[in-house]
């Protein structure tokens, strides 16, 4: 049987990986005793790597494929192939920026202000921020962002070549993708009467499209939709007053468009 070798994540973007994984369809269990993972998908063998090492692994063909972050590739200078970007991180799903920053009683204000001194301690320092509370919290201020980054799923160019392999890879981006795309989103059916159906979608936001089926129950119909879980709780009494019945919300894993 043909297997992917996969590089995961081991350190801050680990527990986020494995939480995507599983969204996505993938039972990853690590045990604190091994760097390999076990998945529910024979064609695949996963191995915990850092994120700083995973590019040169991948590139040198030790692993297929792995996770890691784009800053980690420029700073290799690895040449690998980009499969998907995924814009997660360890506490969110955005981006994340190494900045410049400084003391915030700092009379430095910009790169420009800066001067090389060795003797002394650093006047300012460059590190990934995600949501900046860590900064916050030291009492340090922005001045400028160096880069933004997020995590990307990289394969080795041989492995890509490998139809085998390359489709196994596009299998996972798609379902990753949908996975992410699901965050934060429900999925809402209700019944309601063709009278009142102008009404309800004016209220209704919908993906794209809501999908309305025929009941049997004549002039009836049901109506099918996705929306940003936030809005659930003041859409629900909207559309309770527009004439909806049988209002059901439900989970979403993926989102495949």
């Not at 996770?67 to 499969?83: C, Q, S």
């Not at 340090?140 to 933004?148: F, G, H, P, S, Y």
């Not at 979608?201 to 940003?228: H, Q, Y």
Request: hydrophobic share 45%; glycine share 6%; charged share 25%.
């Amino acid at each position: 049987m043909p297997k992917l070798r996969l590089g995961i994540p081991k350190g801050s973007l680990q527990e986020a990986t494995m939480e995507l994984f599983q969204r996505a369809g993938y039972q990853l269990q690590v045990s604190s005793r091994s760097y390999f993972p076990t998945v529910d998908d024979e064609e695949l063998d996963c191995v915990l790597i850092r994120a700083q090492e995973m590019a040169r692994y991948v590139q040198d063909g030790v692993l297929d494929a792995g996770l890691t972050g784009r800053d980690w590739i420029i700073e290799n200078d690895a040449k690998v192939v980009e499969v998907a970007d995924l814009i997660y991180a360890k506490q969110s799903f955005r981006k994340v920026r190494w900045v410049l920053a400084a003391p915030e009683n700092s009379p430095i204000r910009g790169p420009k202000d800066l001067e090389v001194k060795p003797p002394l301690l650093a006047d300012a320092i460059v590190e990934v921020t995600e949501t900046g509370s860590s900064l916050r919290a030291n009492k340090l201020r922005i001045l400028d962002t160096v880069m933004e980054s997020n995590t990307v799923l990289i394969a080795n160019q041989t492995a890509w070549k490998d139809e085998w392999k390359r489709r196994k890879l596009e299998s996972m981006k798609m379902l990753l993708e949908g996975a992410m795309m699901a965050y934060g989103k429900v999925g809402l059916m209700l019944n309601i009467h063709k009278d009142n159906l102008k009404v309800l979608l004016d209220v209704l936001p919908a993906l794209k499209r809501p999908t309305i089926s025929e009941l049997s129950e004549p002039g009836w119909v049901a109506v099918n939709t996705i929306l940003e879980e936030r809005l659930v709780r003041d859409i629900i009494p909207r559309l309770k007053q527009a004439g909806a019945q049988g209002i059901v919300e439900y989970p979403l894993n993926k989102i495949v468009m």
